[in-house]
């Protein structure tokens, strides 16, 4: 490719076509009373691979789209996604936290189910456009925030089991508040199994979400709100709790599962790792046992679990059952959970110094 076809290419790549909604329906949102991903923002950016290449991506009106019902996503579930949050500080600057990570591990996850990668700059570009064009959708009332749910998924024809020829990508965003709104109780899994050695556990896969939706309603029916997921294939360690990566404080060490095939890179995961070992916090990386777990509860040394992903920030755990039984965690003060997420909340809503260059300002 020649100088002046690659300044052509990245021109054409930055450009980003708007089509603007004949009627905005911001009015009628109520933000003081915002559940998590229910409403959704007047825009949504798409670009389309075909023949080979991403096009110029476009913010249209958030509406339903039309789809032949030979589309391959429909049929062999070739979906990613990623999930973000655009946050308002008291300036009424809009902030993104980490968004390279994401960005990275989309493409990871495009990889894992060849689906081809997005650009850099149509994943920026685009959101930026898209965060600017629909800015008064980010919500201004404490704890509140614009949940960003970029997607790449096959669009292409056909029922023959291969990958797909064409794909959308596609940036949809919801003004929302707490996903969790109390603290979880959960039940440590040990028939089903999220993901395996080998598998798509570690990619944003929408098939990984589905897989877990029976067995969580069947705890959910025995009275609890989550799953802790185990591992494949002895059921004898801890690796996730529902969507979130999880943490175990033992006594004043904080604990989680490293990653692999089978548990996912949170970045909210990597974020908490890395305010915990600034505060002098004693992070082990390391496989627990459920019987570690218990044993550390009979002995009074385990102190609090909690989980951790983009959409709950940090979950406290207050009750886990296992084998019919319930263990209820102690009420503590000073809790890791309270602290580790009042530090992280404080850098996303830009209230504080950011040591570390986490923030991404879009305007």
Not at 65 to 89: L, N, V
Not at 118 to 133: A, R, Y
């Amino acid at each position: 490719m020649n100088l002046v076809v690659l300044l052509l290419t990245l021109i054409t790549m930055s450009f980003v076509k708007i089509t603007s909604t004949k009627k905005s329906r911001l009015n009628n949102i109520d933000f003081a009373n915002l559940g998590f991903g229910e409403i959704f923002s007047d825009h949504m950016l798409i670009c389309d691979f075909k023949k080979g290449e991403w096009g110029i991506p476009e913010i249209v009106p958030f509406e339903p789209m039309s789809m032949m019902p030979s589309a391959k996503i429909f049929h062999y579930g070739q979906s990613i996604f990623e999930g973000m949050k655009a946050y308002k500080d008291d300036k009424l600057n809009t902030w993104l936290f980490r968004p390279e990570e994401n960005f990275n591990r989309l493409n990871k996850s495009a990889v894992r189910l060849a689906i081809p990668k997005i650009p850099k700059e149509i994943f920026f570009d685009g959101m930026t456009e898209l965060l600017k064009i629909d800015n008064e959708w980010i919500p201004k009332t404490t704890g509140c925030s614009l949940y960003i749910r970029p997607i790449i998924f096959a669009i292409g024809d056909g029922f023959h089991a291969s990958p797909s020829d064409e794909y959308r990508f596609l940036i949809a965003t919801a003004p929302s508040g707490l996903y969790y709104t109390k603290k979880v109780k959960v039940l440590i899994e040990e028939k089903f199994s999220r993901a395996a050695n080998g598998g798509v556990g570690y990619a944003k896969a929408g098939g990984n979400y589905a897989g877990q939706f029976y067995p969580t309603q069947l705890a959910i029916n025995k009275g609890y709100d989550q799953i802790i997921w185990t591992d494949d294939n002895s059921h004898e360690y801890i690796e996730e709790a529902g969507s979130m990566n999880i943490f175990i404080r033992i006594d004043d060490k904080l604990i989680t599962a490293p990653t692999s095939d089978r548990i996912l890179d949170g970045v909210t995961r990597k974020s908490i790792i890395k305010l915990a070992e600034n505060e002098g916090i004693p992070v082990e990386i390391r496989k627990v046992k459920v019987n570690q777990l218990i044993d550390a509860f009979n002995k009074g040394s385990l102190k609090e679990i909690f989980g951790a992903g983009t959409a709950a920030v940090i979950s406290p755990i207050s009750e886990f059952g296992f084998r019919k039984k319930d263990y209820t965690l102690p009420k503590i003060k000073d809790s890791y959970s309270e602290k580790l997420k009042k530090m992280m909340t404080d850098i996303q809503f830009n209230r504080t110094k950011d040591p570390f260059g986490w923030l991404y300002k879009v305007c």
